[in-house]
């Protein structure tokens, strides 16, 4: 099922939660909606599913006018950040819940019921739980269940709430691969939110970087990292020098020294250079767009980490770049820097 | 020091607590066993037996029902003026039974609002069961909303959000999931609501009209019969009111224990 969003625009209050919001999601994505909290990635993965209203604008589910049904009549399986299983019911009644509560007319009869909810948690490789209540079940289980129970209405679209938010390091590793191997099984249309960059990279097909109600950026996970399309996803995925600079007639500077990279077609004014720290290529003393002391090194697995005080005219600004480890780096060593890769984006915050 | 204390607390128990409830049942058995029961097999005694079974059964019936949709409507939904409701909510606590027994004689009474319509039509709700059983919903209220009300705020809407988005109609999620997470809570609110509706005075005493046989409840006659120096017969009705109370207490202390379970299983 192919989810388009058109110009949507919700607000709380004064607090504009999505800003004239569009997106298009293909049949069989699994698409990461990322930002930080209060970007309007819950919001809009909850007017997808019919649990809010926007003000303005469309949501449609194959060309047909969703806004016109009621999250019952969507078909969209929901998984909540913290599971909102039924706590008086066993796990066997709560993946039952969807085909319990269906009409009379469409209700699959007890043995169909027993069939079909066995076959889920078969799926989730919890079958041996289904006697059990949600308060006897850990935090990773609870979220298992929590997606059988969706899927058992045979969503078209499944939409997930922060789904390894509230779970412990070593569980969500595991979950993400399970989410990931599940879906490319049933193959239904997902989306599912998460402030964790490493998440959204590492589970989904494309990836949405929000900000403020709007979208930064949308694609791949490739794509967002090497091509961040704003100075927002520089720094918000992956870790980035940000260095305030002034561009001017092809030149960029930093304080008053004219560093030697490429400014061709950039904007003239107040900007913000972002290098990735694995960019940043040390080189002897002298050479180099950019000139440092090194106050600071620790060093884990292949990498370096180096503190480097950058000289700047009127003083100087700390820096952390991350070396291979094959040059040594000693505190007290001036050493010039040149960035491999880099974006200059206009305006400073 | 805590022996002193706990001392304390005890000789306070017992003179405000349990001395008073020895005095009521020495006092119903004071002529023995056959006395008692022929004093509650008064006719006076058995009517007001009967009504104030029926007056606790319709006004924990009403409650039951308006409870449940005011703790719904507050606890899950946003409006404007849920403050002000769950204010309203509490004002029968916070009124004298008095009070609230001379609002319905000024609403139903011969000079009230509504008294010369009601009159013409010949429906009596002073002096009658419908005027004690509007006394006592009015007096009892707040117990089923209050209990439910910290309850179902605390579970929140996500399970509710879950039915819907699984298909579940509005009834069906109320019934399914609401109702049964708030179970042992309600069985709560309707109890200390009965205990409430069968021992209420003040409020009945205003609209009752004290016709013997007819408009006393068990706290009423257990008044008249005492002033009227029957003791046997007076203490032997507050000695069924003082059974309540106990059979009430132990059932509260049940209840508490399965609420104290239920709202644990809640976490996450």
Known sequence: ??????????????????????????????????GPSGSGKTTLLRIIAGLDWPDSGEVSFDGQDALAHGAGERNVGFVFQHYALFRHMTVFENVAFGLRVQPRA??????????????????????????????????????????????????????????????????????????????????VTSIFVTHDQEEALEVANRVVVMDKGRIEQVGTPGDVYDNPATAFVHGFI???????????????RLGKKVLNIAA?????????????????????????ALEGAVRHVRTFGPIQRAEVALSVVDGETLIEIDAPRDRPLQVGDVIGLHPRRFRIFAGQE | MRFLITAIALIF?????????????????????????????????????????????????????????????????????KTLLITLIDLPFSVSPVISGLVFVLMFGAQGYWG???????????????????????????????????????????????????????????????????????????????????????????????????????????????????FVSSFAIASLLAMLALITLIAKTILERHLDEGQLSGGD
């Open chain 1, 1 to 34: 099922m192919a989810i388009e969003v058109k110009n949507l625009v919700k607000k709380f209050g004064t607090f504009a939660a999505l800003d004239h919001v569009d997106l298009r999601v293909a049949d069989g994505e699994l698409l990461a909606l990322l």
């Open chain 1, 238 to 252: 992956g870790e980035s020098i940000v260095l305030p600079v002034d561009v001017s007639e092809g030149c960029v």
């Open chain 2, 116 to 230: 010369p319509w009601l009159q013409s039509h010949n429906i009596h709700i002073l002096f009658a069961l419908p005027g004690i059983a509007l006394a006592t919903t009015f007096v009892t209220f707040p117990f089923v909303a209050r209990s439910l009300i910290p309850l179902m705020q605390e579970q929140g809407t996500q399970e509710e959000e879950a039915a819907i988005s699984l298909g579940a109609s509005g009834l069906q999620t109320f019934f399914r999931v609401t109702l049964p997470n708030v179970k042992w809570g309600l069985l709560y609110g309707v109890l200390l609501c009965n205990a409430r509706a069968m021992g209420e005075f003040g409020a009945v005493s205003v609209v009752s009209g004290h016709i013997r046989g007819e408009t006393n409840t068990m706290p009423l006659l257990v008044e008249i019969l005492y002033n009227e120096y029957q």
């Open chain 2, 13 to 81: 128990l017992t003179v405000f607590v349990v001395l008073p409830l020895v005095v009521v049942f020495a006092q119903a058995f004071a002529k023995g066993i056959g006395t008692y029961f022929a004093a509650l097999g008064e006719p006076e005694a058995l009517s007001a037996i009967r009504l104030t079974l029926l007056t606790a059964f319709i006004s924990v019936s009403l409650n039951l029902v308006f409870g449940v949709i005011a703790a719904w409507a507050i606890s899950k939904f946003e409006f404007r003026g």
């Open chain 1, 264 to 288: 061709d077609g950039l904007e003239s004014g107040a900007s913000r250079l972002f290098i990735r720290r694995h960019d940043m290529q040390v080189e002897p003393a002298g050479t180099g």
């Open chain 1, 106 to 187: 469409v209700r699959k009869d007890e043995a169909a019921i027993r069939a079909r909810v066995k076959e889920l948690l078969d799926l989730v490789q919890l079958d041996w739980l289904s006697d059990r209540y949600p308060s006897q079940l850990s935090g990773g289980q609870r979220q298992r269940i929590a997606l059988a129970r969706a899927l058992a209405i045979e969503p078209r679209i499944l939409l997930l709430d922060e789904p390894f938010g509230a779970l412990d390091a070593k569980v969500r590793k595991e979950l993400r691969q399970w989410l990931r191997s599940l879906h490319s099984e049933i193959h």
